[in-house]
T-cell receptor
Framework: NAGVTQTPKFQVLKTGQSMTLQCAQD?????MYWYRQDPGMGLRLIYY???????DKGEVPNGYNVSRLNKREFSLRLESAAPSQTSVYFC?????????????FGQGTRLTVV | QKEVEQNSGPLSVPEGAIASLNCTYS??????FFWYRQYSGKSPELIMF????GDKEDGRFTAQLNKASQYVSLLIRDSQPSDSATYLC??????????FGKGTMLLVSP
């Protein structure tokens, strides 16, 4: 059981380049999320998708777009990368049971923008 | 702005001792509370969750919740060097989104 799979694991971009981070989950969860983690800042929500066909902004959405391709896949796109987007990106998925939403995380993507 | 506060640490305890990790949150409407463990360079992994006032025990771990004080804690009994990690407190206030604290680093010395 793979859980949540992210690709790539590492990426170096030049300022202004674009890229898409891929995420897939095999737990049949309805909700999926993209977080970024920076030193001293904790995990911050970029975008989330409560269910297939819906997406919503989180705490730090500027500079990003997302696509919920189907129930399994949720991608994050950087249209014009900036050094401020250097971070570790985590995809997560969850299912809500009695108002409890346990999130399961992928292994992360370490992105460096130079 | 929903906030979750944790001491950044590091919290240093000797092997075999009880480690106590604390978290406060700002949103009184918060419904469920989570503790994640994150080893350096790895992704967060869920340790346990709690949504009722009181204590919840799972092996060496006990989560404690006091909604009146907006306070949640994690106790780790018989701490082991393998417990050395950053512990993230997370709060579920909306339908399915979690707000995370910045984490507390725990160091358990042999």
């Amino acid at each position: 059981n793979a859980g949540v799979t992210q690709t790539p694991k590492f990426q170096v971009l030049k300022t202004g380049q674009s890229m898409t981070l891929q995420c897939a989950q095999d737990m049949n969860h309805n909700s999926m999320y993209w977080y970024r983690q920076d030193p001293g800042m904790g995990l911050r929500l970029i975008y989330y998708s409560a269910s297939e066909g819906t997406t919503d902004k989180g705490e730090v959405p500027n500079g990003y777009n997302v696509s919920r391709l189907n129930k399994r896949e949720f991608s994050l796109r950087l249209e014009s990368a900036a050094p401020s987007q250097t971070s570790v990106y985590f995809c997560a998925s969850s299912e809500v049971h009695r108002a409890v939403a346990e999130a399961f995380f992928g292994q992360g993507t370490r992105l460096t923008v130079v | 702005q929903k906030e979750v506060e944790q001491n950044s640490g590091p919290l240093s305890v000797p092997e075999g001792a009880i480690a106590s990790l604390n978290c406060t949150y700002s949103d009184r409407g918060s419904q469920s509370f989570f503790w994640y463990r994150q080893y350096s360079g790895k992704s967060p992994e869920l340790i346990m969750f709690i949504y009722s006032n009181g204590d919840k025990e799972d092996g060496r771990f006990t989560a404690q919740l006091n909604k009146a004080s907006q306070y949640v804690s994690l106790l780790i009994r018989d701490s082991q060097p393998s417990d050395s990690a950053t512990y993230l407190c997370a709060v579920n206030s909306g339908y399915s989104t979690l707000t995370f604290g910045k984490g507390t680093m725990l160091l358990v010395s042999p």
